[in-house]
Structure formats: C-alpha cells, structure tokens
Nanobody
Framework: QVQLVESGGGLVQAGDSLRLSCVGSARTFSSYAMGWFRQAPAKEREFVAGISRSGGSRDYADSVKGRFAIFRDNAKNTVYLQMNTLKPADTAVYYC?????????????????WGQGTHVTVSS
C-alpha cells in the first residue's frame, strides 16, 4: 500500500512557475514508476509526465514538453513536477500516481495508487 500526498499547487499568472511535490509513504518508493496526471474542469484526466523507478527515463505529454520537468528523490520518497512558463490551459487538478513497474505508462489505468490532487490555477 502506498499513500501519496501532493502539495505545491496554487494560483499564479501566465508565465509563472510552480513546483509540485508528491511524497510517498512506502519504504519501497523506489520500486514504483511515478506519473503526474491532470484533470481540468469538464475534461478527462490526461497524462502529463512520468518517470522510471531510477529516475533515468522520463516521458512527457506533447503539451508540456520543454516547459515541465519531472524528477524524483528516492531518498526522500518524493517526486516533483517543475512547471515553467505556465499557461491558462494548464489550469487543472494535478495528481501523482504510482505504478509497480520499472517504466512509467501514459495510461492512468496502469497506476495502482493515487494522491488526492492539488489545484493549479493559471490566470491570463
């Protein structure tokens, strides 16, 4: 069982940056590939970024490539999402998720554990 707690969301202006954090409870945190997903109002949940167990492999949605970066610190049981040059279209609830696999998946159904989400609002 893995409990995930996100933090770092907030209200920012277009062009600003935010860093989201997700802390996992499991001592085996490094055994999980991690992903960030988001869900905007009236839209389906979508993949944002994923990182492998070791942190050596990363994957991003086309919409955030070059602006967002995912990284992890397994010693701290934490995965981060650095979000730069934010746009109003990035407004959503952001969720982190854990998958008992080596590599991250873009499919949310692959992830066994989810956090409660953190709100990000980007004003124009």
């Amino acid at each position: 069982q893995v409990q995930l707690v996100e933090s770092g969301g907030g209200l920012v202006q277009a062009g600003d940056s935010l860093r989201l954090s997700c802390v996992g409870s499991a001592r085996t945190f490094s055994s999980y590939a991690m992903g960030w997903f988001r869900q905007a109002p009236a839209k389906e949940r979508e993949f944002v970024a994923g990182i492998s167990r070791s942190g050596g492999s990363r994957d991003y949605a086309d919409s955030v490539k070059g602006r967002f970066a995912i990284f992890r610190d397994n010693a701290k049981n934490t995965v981060y999402l650095q979000m730069n040059t934010l746009k109003p279209a990035d407004t959503a609830v952001y969720y982190c998720a854990a998958d008992d696999s080596v590599m991250p998946s873009t499919e949310g159904s692959r992830y066994e554990y989810w956090g409660q989400g953190t709100h990000v609002t980007v004003s124009s």
